[in-house]
Structure formats: structure tokens, C-alpha cells
């Protein structure tokens, strides 16, 4: 009986100590790590949006954790502990097999293009394999006062009546849509950069694009696979692929008067500065395109515009990353 | 004092004998249906993959399925087959009838209704956070907890009545990993300090142990057992065993925080989890070569006798899957594989390479001696090839293709261009998952023929006490020549 009563009473209270050590001790120290600035809890809605993206599972695909790696740049700043007060449960997630959403409102802040691509994700991103959501969306004659018909392409949309979104997929985009990393203060930013260095010393990542055939530079100082790269990362998701865009919802790139206008001033300046309400060959849109300033270097988005300006039989006067410097130079 | 423990004589009654043959068929059966259900949900999770349209509506959406397959599969199937094989091993081995069949069969009512209630629950949208492996609502958990207490002082109750003084280290690992995981549970559940990163901390904590210190302590004392019974040979070292047991369980709870590496947890707790993923090498070559030395010099055996080749299948992977564990927890590699496929490559070569084949081996080899039905070679020779080649297709296709996904996000290719690449290895994963599930339909199969089919040897109301004496117990091809 002695024996038993060492076995399993000495092994359980030897896995207690270690369960409080590794466990509870760490949870309650960092259950009380302050808000930093900008770190906000959501609205009613917005949570309740919270509550659908548990309850339907989104996080078993899609991470929201930003690690202090290169390959995690795209998705936005390294997350801080700081990040995490009002995130309970905590939905960091173990598997990527779509995208990071951490700062998914900033990344994409077109609630059209969240709608289309919950509807059906292929509506967007033919490659995708997300579910479709259609489920959270009702067919209507017409559209309720207050709510607008989801501006679906033709070859997706219902072949009668109009799609709106349940009160659920309001609030899921709701949540999506706040969604945005506030900056880091100093110190912080300081210290997840120190991190950073530590994962790097550990091992170099390989120079973006490094190793991939179908990114080596083509002649002369626009890159075009390059281009195409960032094209489809950055733009594709609304302006498509082919350049078509969404009728209704995304303008097209094809044939556009500002896309093949000799003179690129305007170009550059949406691509930096983003566009919101805007009239695009005669169309008013109401989704909004967001600013890409502040992730994309000079060069890249000269890139970008050099692949716009010369795919889909394009012909625009292709542009200097010196060009988008001065612009972004006027815009301070 | 090891080496008759296999093939020590019951001293038990007619009664007894049925009432713990019963229990242990029970478990059995029900764990065969959980298996049965939660990969044809898995299955069809695959197929998603491939085609995103296929089962549309809320009901059959890829995120409520998704843990329904991975909480039926740990709770449903995999706790019930080894707390079953627990319950009979602890008995045999200490020459002891059960405690109580009454907290037996409570504790089988309870972990299926717990897991039929958590499977509802998270068809419906009730899901307790997404947080892996405790997505259950909270008192759904409780139920769970409920079960492992009842099992916990059934399973000890049973061994103080044991006949000899020492304690068989099958028991210690059962016993053990029935108490700690009640432990994990409670600490999974207590709400208190878990709030943004807090629950972080415990995540890595609690979906870490309720593998490690569940299934794997329990599966490893059923091959203590099974292993050593079915070669009628004590195990190659007792001392190494015990070794194995203490160091398991000092390493192996530290190491949960490597599920989070670069995550904003403090930098120090992961990399101590990283150490100690390396110190993990120690009770888990220790206890592998321990069970490979046992087997020494019978591969002859081992190829005539189809519970030997799925122990010997789970030993193999847990050398490997457990090593593949510590090196995936370097920065280094971690910094290509976290959050890919390779990560779900993983998890199938340890839960299903190491605690399904160990329980599967222990099912073939205890239970049709314990009823007196046998179950045609046939049918275990179908079960174990398919299962066999099914998973070693499953974890290869995702881990070259979780590979090669790490490699294009640092590779800087735009996302998508990650999910172009792994459309050909879903679809092999999806081949692989297939053959395994059709496994599982000959598992249960012979499940039946084992707790109900005919009883083939007419003499096998002398077989069923026949127990007894192993040896003979033991079908022709196993009873080694």
C-alpha cells in the first residue's frame, strides 16, 4: 500500500508542482499584462462578431499571431504582449493554412470584399479553399431598408433575387474590421525587435524572392515577375488577376484612363494613398482600397505599377522608383 | 519479481472474470464506434481540402468539424480503448478482480456522454474558444473530469488489492496518467488566470499534456504489459522503465510553451520549453530501446503474429515521432514548419502511429484471450496493412508538403501560391486518410468478432480460463515456437 500511495501520490504532486510552474504561474503573471496604447476592447457588435469567428471555427486556418520572422512582415508588425488584453479566448491558432488576420482591417479594410469573399471565397480568390459562408447570408427580393444587396459577380450570385448579409455576417465583418494593429510604443517595438534579432541570429532567412526561378529579374530595371509577385500579394484580391476587377464592386485595371495615362501622378498617388468613394470610369464605388504607404518600398510599388501599366494590353508609361519617392516626398 | 507478472494465475471467480471481461469489451466497442465516427469525419475534413464546396452548411462547415474530429478522436476513441485495456491490465497484473465494474461502467457512461454532449455542442456553434483540445464547453469538461476521477479510484482501488507486494510499472504509468490528466483538466478549466496572453501560457500547457501525459503514459503501460505477455519474455529492463516513467514525468510538462515559439510569450519560457524538448530524448529513447530490446532476436515471431507487428509499428513511432518532436521545437526549424501541414503530419504520426497501433496491439493481443473469440488473421492482417500504409502516406504527403509551404512564405511568394502548392498533397493526405479509415471499418469488424462473433474453439470455455495460463492462451502463430 506504502508503494502505491508513493507512486501515485509522489508522481501526481511532483505533476501539480510542475502544472503551477508551467501553467497556472505564467497564466496568472501574464493574465495582467496592461493594454498598450491604442489596444481597445470592441464594441458590442464587433464581439459578438468575435463570438461568430469562435463558433464557426475560423482560427483552425487562420493564425492571429505575428511572429518577429521576415516571412510574417506581410501581415503586419511583430505582435506584443501588450496586444492581448481584451483577446480572450486568445485565437493565436496553430495552423496557417489561409492567412494571418491580425491586422486584417487594415490589410483589407473593403467591408464589399470581406462580403463577396465570405459569400463565396472563390467569388475573389479562384485558388482559394475556403469554405463559403453562404449560410450566414439570406436571398431577399429586396434589399431591407438600411441593408445593401452583396455585389456579387454574375457567375456567383443566386440566379433570382438579392444576397444580404445575416446579422451574424455583419458583425463576423464587423470584427474583421477592427481587426488593426495599433502602432507599438517605443520601448516595446525595442524589444520584440530584439527578439527578432535573436530568431534571425538563429537563422538568416534567405533574401525574399531568393531561390525562386519564377522571380528572377527579366532585362532592364523594372522587374516583371517581381511585379507580377506583388500584384497578385497586394492588389489581385480585388482588381483580379485578369485586371477586370469586380464589376460593381472592384474597378477594373484593363483599359483604365488612369492606368495608361502617360502621366502617372495620379496612379502613383492612389497606390500610396489608397482610395475611398470614389467615381472610376463613370462608376461610383463604395469599397474602399487601402493606402500602401507605409508597407511597400519605393521600388515595389514602382514595380506594381510598371506590371499594371504593361499587362492585360496596358500601355502606360512605365515609372522609376525615383518617381514614386517624389510623390510620396509631396505627400508630407 | 517483473517477470511472472504476465503470466501470473488468476485467483479470480467465474464472476469476476466475466464482470472485468465485460468492462474491458465495453470500452472496447465503444471506442471502436468513436474511432469509426470521428474519422469519417476526418475524412470528409480531407475531401474539403480539395473541394471546399463539398458539404455546405453550417452543420458540415470545415471549422465545426474540425474539432468534432480531433476531440472524438482523443475523447471518444482513444481515451476509451485505453482506459478499457487500463482497467484489464491492472487487474491481470495484480492477480486482483476489479474494485468496482459498478464505477467501471459509470465511468464508461460518463465519457461517452461527455463526448456525445461535446460533439453536439460544437455542431451547433457552442465552441469554448477554438483553444485546441478543450473546445468543449466548460461543463461538458467537468463531465470528462468526472470520468477520469471514477477511473482513477477504480484503477487504484484495484491495484492496492494486488497479491504481491511490488507494484508492475504498467500500473504506474496508468494510474499515473489517469491522475495527472485530471490534474490537466482542472487546470484547463479553472477560468481565473486565464485571460489574453495568461491563456496563452496555458494553451501550450494543457494541449501538450493532454497528449503526453494521457494517451502516451497509458499506451506505453498497456506495451509494458501486452509486449512482454505476448513474447512470454520479461521486459529487457525494469530499472530502464522506471528511469523512463520519472524523467517522462519531470521533462515532459515543461515543454508545452514550443507550440508558441516566436509568439509573444516571454521569450524565456520558450526557450526552456526547447530544452527541455531536447532532455525529452531521454525517457523516450530510454523506453523505446527498452521495448526494442525485449524484442530482440524474435523478428521471426514478430512476423507471425499481427499484435506484435502493431507494437512493434507504435514503438517505431514513438522513437520517431517523438525525436521528429524535439528536433521541429530548434527556432531554426521551427521558423520553416510552425503553422504549416508538417505541424498535422506530426500530430497523425504520434497519435495515430504511437497511441493507436499501442492500443490497437494491446486490443489484439488481451482481448480475444479474455472472451475466448478469435479474430480471423485475415481480418488482422487487412486492418493492419491498410492502416499501416494509409498513415505512412498521410504523414509523408503532409510532411513534405507542410515543407514546402514554410519554405514559400519564406520564400516571400504571395500567400496563395502556398495554397496552390499543397493542393497535390491533400489530395495524396486524402488517399492516405482513405485506406486508414477502411481500416478502421475491418477494426471494428473484428471488434465484433472478438467481444460477439462465433466461438470458434469449442473448448473455449476452457480457453477463456486458459488466461491463465498466457502461454497457451495465446493463438498458435503467437505462442512462440
Not at chain 1, 508551467?22 to 496568472?28: E, S
Not at chain 1, 520572422?69 to 496557417?96: C, H, M, N, V
Not at chain 2, 489484439?364 to 492482417?381: C, D, F, I, N, W
Request: hydrophobic share 45%.
Amino acid at each position: 500500500m506504502n508503494k502505491l500511495a508513493l507512486i501515485a501520490g509522489g508522481s501526481t504532486l511532483v505533476y501539480a508542482c510542475l502544472a503551477c510552474m508551467m501553467g497556472v504561474l505564467p497564466g496568472i503573471e501574464l493574465s495582467s499584462v496592461a493594454a498598450g496604447p491604442g489596444v481597445k476592447p470592441l464594441t458590442a457588435l464587433e464581439s459578438e462578431g468575435r463570438d461568430v469567428y469562435v463558433a464557426n471555427g475560423c482560427s483552425y486556418c487562420h493564425t492571429q499571431q505575428v511572429r518577429p520572422l521576415d516571412q510574417d512582415k506581410i501581415f503586419g508588425r511583430p505582435s506584443a504582449a501588450s496586444d492581448f488584453k481584451y483577446q480572450t479566448p486568445e485565437l493565436l491558432g496553430s495552423e496557417r493554412t489561409g492567412p494571418d488576420l491580425t491586422n486584417i482591417g487594415t490589410r483589407q479594410p473593403s467591408s464589399v470584399w470581406q462580403y463577396i469573399h465570405l459569400y463565396n471565397p472563390r467569388a475573389v480568390v479562384p485558388e482559394s479553399i475556403m469554405p463559403s459562408f453562404g449560410w450566414l447570408f439570406e436571398v431577399v427580393d429586396r434589399a431591407p431598408p438600411g441593408a445593401s444587396a452583396v455585389p456579387l459577380p454574375k457567375s456567383y450570385a443566386p440566379a433570382h433575387g438579392l444576397v444580404v448579409p445575416s446579422h451574424s455576417a455583419e458583425a463576423l465583418i464587423a470584427y474583421l474590421a477592427a481587426l488593426k494593429q495599433p502602432p507599438l510604443p517605443g520601448a516595446e517595438a525595442a524589444m520584440v525587435g530584439a527578439q527578432a534579432t535573436v530568431a534571425l541570429a538563429v537563422a538568416p532567412p534567405p533574401e525574399r524572392a531568393a531561390g525562386s526561378a519564377a522571380l528572377r529579374p527579366a532585362s532592364g530595371d523594372y522587374d516583371a515577375a517581381k511585379g507580377a509577385a506583388l500584384f497578385t500579394a497586394n492588389c489581385a484580391a480585388c482588381h483580379q488577376a485578369s485586371g477586370e476587377g469586380v464589376p460593381g464592386a472592384f474597378p477594373a485595371l484593363k483599359d483604365d484612363a488612369v492606368v495608361n495615362k502617360d502621366d502617372a501622378t495620379k496612379h502613383i498617388q492612389v497606390v500610396l494613398q489608397g482610395l475611398h468613394d470614389a467615381k472610376v470610369s463613370g462608376v461610383l464605388y463604395a469599397s474602399v482600397m487601402p493606402p500602401f504607404a507605409a508597407t511597400l518600398s519605393d521600388a515595389e510599388i514602382a514595380d506594381i505599377i510598371d506590371y499594371e501599366r504593361s499587362a492585360w494590353g496596358n500601355h502606360g508609361k512605365p515609372v522609376a522608383a525615383a518617381q514614386v519617392a517624389a510623390q510620396r516626398a509631396t505627400n508630407k | 519479481m517483473p517477470a511472472d507478472v504476465t503470466a501470473r494465475h488468476s485467483i479470480l471467480s467465474d464472476k469476476d472474470e466475466r464482470s472485468l471481461v465485460s468492462v474491458f469489451s465495453a470500452y472496447v466497442a465503444s471506442s471502436a464506434i468513436w474511432l469509426l465516427f470521428a474519422t469519417a469525419v476526418g475524412l470528409l475534413l480531407a475531401f474539403k481540402f480539395g473541394a471546399p464546396e463539398f458539404g455546405a452548411g453550417a452543420w458540415l462547415t470545415f471549422g465545426r468539424l474540425r474539432p468534432v474530429h480531433t476531440n472524438a478522436t482523443f475523447y471518444g476513441f482513444a481515451s476509451l480503448a485505453l482506459v478499457g485495456l487500463g482497467y484489464y491490465v491492472a487487474a491481470r497484473s495484480s492477480g486482483a478482480k476489479l474494485y468496482s465494474a459498478g464505477l467501471a461502467w459509470t465511468g464508461l457512461v460518463l465519457f461517452n456522454a461527455a463526448a456525445v454532449a461535446g460533439t453536439v455542442a460544437l455542431e451547433m456553434g457552442y465552441n469554448d474558444g477554438d483553444l485546441e483540445y478543450r473546445e468543449w464547453p466548460w461543463w461538458i469538461r467537468l463531465i470528462f473530469l468526472g470520468a477520469l476521477i471514477v477511473t482513477a479510484w477504480n484503477l487504484i482501488a484495484t491495484v492496492a488489492r494486488r497479491s504481491s507486494k511490488d507494484i508492475y510499472l504498467s500500473n504506474w504509468y496508468i494510474i499515473g496518467g489517469t491522475l495527472w490528466t485530471g490534474i490537466n483538466a482542472a487546470v484547463a478549466v479553472a477560468p481565473w488566470y486565464q485571460h489574453g496572453l495568461g491563456q496563452v501560457s496555458v494553451s501550450g500547457f494543457y494541449m501538450h499534456n493532454a497528449v503526453g501525459m494521457w494517451f502516451t503514459p497509458l499506451a506505453l503501460g498497456v506495451t509494458y504489459y501486452a509486449l512482454p505477455k505476448l513474447l512470454s519474455r520479461p521486459i529487457y529492463s525494469y530499472a530502464l522503465g522506471v528511469f523512463a516513467f520519472w524523467t517522462n514525468l519531470v521533462f515532459y510538462p515543461i515543454i508545452g510553451a514550443h507550440h508558441f515559439e516566436f509568439s509573444p510569450l516571454p521569450w524565456w519560457l520558450q526557450t526552456v520549453a526547447i530544452v527541455f524538448s531536447v532532455a525529452m530524448l531521454v525517457p523516450v529513447w530510454g523506453g523505446s530501446t527498452n521495448f526494442l530490446l525485449t524484442m530482440r532476436g524474435r523478428t521471426g515471431d514478430m512476423m507471425h503474429s499481427y499484435p506484435l507487428m502493431f507494437i512493434f509499428v507504435a514503438v517505431m513511432s514513438y522513437l520517431l515521432g517523438s525525436t521528429q518532436g524535439t528536433l521541429e521545437a530548434f527556432r531554426s526549424l521551427q521558423e520553416v514548419w510552425h503553422l504549416t501541414n508538417f505541424t498535422v503530419g506530426h500530430s497523425h504520426l504520434t497519435m495515430y502511429g504511437i497511441i493507436t497501433f499501442a492500443a490497437w496491439g494491446g486490443i489484439y493481443a488481451l482481448l480475444p484471450s479474455a472472451t475466448g473469440r478469435q479474430v480471423s488473421r485475415l481480418g488482422m492482417a487487412l486492418h493492419f496493412w491498410m492502416a499501416l500504409v494509409g498513415s505512412f502516406i498521410y504523414v509523408t504527403s503532409l510532411s513534405i508538403g507542410g515543407t514546402i509551404q514554410g519554405l514559400d512564405w519564406m520564400h516571400g511568394l504571395p500567400f496563395i501560391q502556398s495554397v496552390v502548392d499543397m493542393q497535390s498533397y491533400y489530395v495524396w493526405r486524402g488517399v492516405g486518410g482513405s485506406l486508414m479509415f477502411s481500416s478502421h471499418i475491418v477494426f471494428g469488424w473484428n471488434v465484433w468478432r472478438m467481444c460477439h462473433g462465433p466461438d470458434v474453439a469449442t473448448s473455449r470455455l476452457e480457453s477463456s480460463r486458459s488466461e491463465k495460463a498466457p502461454l497457451e492462451s495465446l493463438p498458435s502463430e503467437q505462442a512462440v515456437a
